[in-house]
């Protein structure tokens, strides 16, 4: 399984961003996928999450009210759109895969991640 994480970049406080997260070697439609975002000298921290149908959703505090996480399981492609950004939300972002049940806010109950993407939001 390759996870491909992009979409980041240098954006103002306020802008826009849409993160993607596509799978090869693996149906994204059959894991959970999280994201997940670590600032330097900062833990790893939960951002969202969507159920393997799409139908359920998780937001961290957080973000909620700014970021959605949405899936298409034809471009095996899972998206984390973010809205209103803010100087804290400056991280390297990762997707993940869950592959069985559990928390969906617990990084350690996620079984394969990509590589990181970096969001710079300068205010």
């Known amino acids: 399984v390759q996870l491909q994480a992009s979409g980041g970049g240098l954006v103002q406080a306020g802008d826009s961003l849409r993160l993607s997260c596509a799978a090869s070697?693996?149906?994204?439609?059959?894991?959970?996928t999280g994201w997940f975002r670590q600032a330097p000298g900062k833990e790893r921290e939960f951002v969202a999450a969507?159920?393997?149908?799409?139908?359920?959703?998780y937001l961290a505090d957080s973000v909620k009210g700014r970021f959605t996480i949405s899936r298409d399981n034809v471009k095996n492609t899972v998206y984390l759109q973010m809205n209103s950004l803010k100087p804290e939300d400056t991280a390297v972002y990762y997707c993940?895969?869950?592959?069985?049940?559990?928390?969906?806010?617990?990084?350690?109950?996620?079984?394969?991640w990509g590589q990181g993407t970096l969001v710079t939001v300068s205010s």
């Open positions: 070697g693996r149906t994204l439609g059959a894991s959970a």
């Open positions: 969507i159920s393997r149908s799409g139908v359920s959703t």
């Open positions: 993940a895969l869950k592959f069985y049940s559990g928390s969906y806010y617990d990084p350690n109950l996620y079984d394969w």
